[in-house]
């Protein structure tokens, strides 16, 4: 079910998310509304605080950008390997209107368990490290503005 969309200047985007202890039918049924939310508003990332959820779990699909990747959802997301810095534009649901270029790490490397309770490891680079990047600050309670390059952010 599509949920609303918590935005910028909401404190909660701001708090830690707790990280799920059982992936059970609850946490699919979360997952099934951050995809709904998510397609609804035409992202490629969601993080579960986005909608008001305050538990580590994201959603990704990247594939209008890169077709071969998977829509795919990620529960306590680690990064647990980084390498390297790039700096590219960043928008984000949550701050509507505003777009800016953010420093990452070009390649990452994230562990974490699948929809079905399983452990993932996922190498990443390109916009799917990006992405990852961004959602995993989502769950800190960081947002993308927190990281922009100097005077980069511009009104859509
Ligand atoms: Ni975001």
Known sequence: MQKQIVTYPEPFLATKALPV???????????????????????IGLSAPQIGVGKR??????????EEIKPFALVNPEIVGKQGQVEGMEGCLSVPGVEGMVCRY?????????ESG?????????????????????????????RLSSSTASAQ
Request: glycine fraction near 8%; proline fraction near 3%.
């Open 21 to 43: 202890r059982s992936v059970d039918g609850r946490i699919r049924e979360l997952v099934r509304d951050m995809f709904d939310t998510m397609y609804a508003s035409k992202g």
């Open 57 to 66: 779990v994201i959603v990704l699909d990247i594939s209008p950008v890169e």
């Open 106 to 114: 070009e390649y990452v490397t994230v562990q974490g368990k699948n």
């Open 118 to 146: 399983d452990p993932v490891t996922i190498e990443a680079n390109g916009l799917l490290s990006r992405v990852l990047q961004h959602e995993i600050d989502h769950l800190d309670g960081i947002l993308f503005i927190d």
